[in-house]
């Protein structure tokens, strides 16, 4: 199957800096869209950043001008980049890829483990 491993979590002060990393691993074919969600306590999970396999990326509001979402097609992996931190960004987040996987038709909607970022004030 496809396991997707974050890392790069922490705690940061406001205003400081992030950068989370995602690598898809396993029987993968291709990666069509790789996102970012988060989660903060006693909230329903966000969508925070996604980027196509040609580049193209969307944010949410709240996130734009801070955060940048990247990836790197040949390593299946995807990262993002968290600059100007809040602590209103304080979330676990977590990598999602939309995989073709060998033996399987269709998509497979693969989610990481979650990575917890924490900001203080």
């Known amino acids: 199957q496809v396991q997707l491993v974050e890392s790069g979590g922490g705690l940061v002060q406001a205003g400081g800096s992030l950068r989370l990393s995602c690598a898809a691993s396993?029987?993968?074919?291709?990666?069509?869209?790789m996102r970012w969600y988060r989660q903060a306590p006693r909230k329903q999970r966000e969508l925070v950043a996604a980027?196509?396999?040609?580049?193209?990326?969307n944010y949410a509001d709240s996130v734009k001008g801070r955060f940048t979402i990247s990836r790197d097609n040949a390593k299946n992996t995807v990262s993002l980049q968290m600059n100007s931190l809040k602590p209103e960004d304080t979330a676990v987040y977590y990598c999602?890829?939309?995989?073709?996987?060998?033996?399987?038709?269709?998509?497979?909607?693969?989610w990481g483990q979650g990575a917890l970022v924490t900001v203080s004030s």
């Open positions: 999602n890829a939309r995989t073709v996987v060998a033996g399987i038709i269709g998509y497979l909607e693969v």
């Open positions: 980027i196509t396999s040609g580049g193209s990326t």
């Open positions: 396993g029987s993968i074919v291709s990666i069509n869209a």
